[in-house]
């Protein structure tokens, strides 16, 4: 009899040792997850407030299609983005809606919707809050860095998008399909340029 409790005993504890073990990894891993979530959500904050200071917003930006290299500057005024380019003299602006490409030595202009043109994906990664809440980004100490993969029309397109970490600057977009591989990097940021009246007016303005 007294063997038999004896065992029984043995039993109950090796039981309740597997519930308590089972218990804490249960409880480890809930931490673990509330703590990526809480880092995911501190992060989404982090990015948003910067996105949200581009409200007055110029850099430099240089752009490479694996052949040719381009330079000029980038403006953002509230929820207008234009891009000089410098050789050849040319200038895009995007809105949320709709863009417009000037070519100033030829004094053309051609309006376009952005509703699905993959230039809307850059104005998002500016100026839509949202945009980066859905990505899950790779951090360290340096740099962090969204990756998206999406269809525009027929064509596959991997984004990545770079942000020095400390302190937060957007540095680069890289664009890449099956034909193309285009990168934008960003440097010399400004966050309260002062604009002309017209600077981004949809109504091509030349210079003389």
Known sequence: MVLFQKQTTQVKDKYLKKQVNFKFLVLLFLIILFSKNLIGEELDLKIITYLQGLK????????????YLEEGHIYIK?????LDYINPDRTLKISKT????????????EFFSTKKNIVKTFYDIFLENNFF??????ED???IVF??????????VQLKIF????PLLLRKIISKTESDLISISFYDHNYNTIFEKNFFSFVPIYPD
């Open 78 to 82: 509230d929820d207008i983005i234009r």
């Open 133 to 138: 809440s859905s990505l899950s980004p790779k």
């Open 98 to 109: 709709k863009g417009v490409y000037i070519n100033h030595e030829l004094r053309e202009e």
């Open 163 to 166: 942000f020095e970490n400390s």
């Open 56 to 67: 007055s917003f110029s850099s430099k930006f240089i752009q490479s299609n694996e052949k």
């Open 141 to 143: 100490n340096k740099e």
């Open 147 to 156: 990756e998206k993969t999406f269809q525009s029309e027929s064509t596959k």
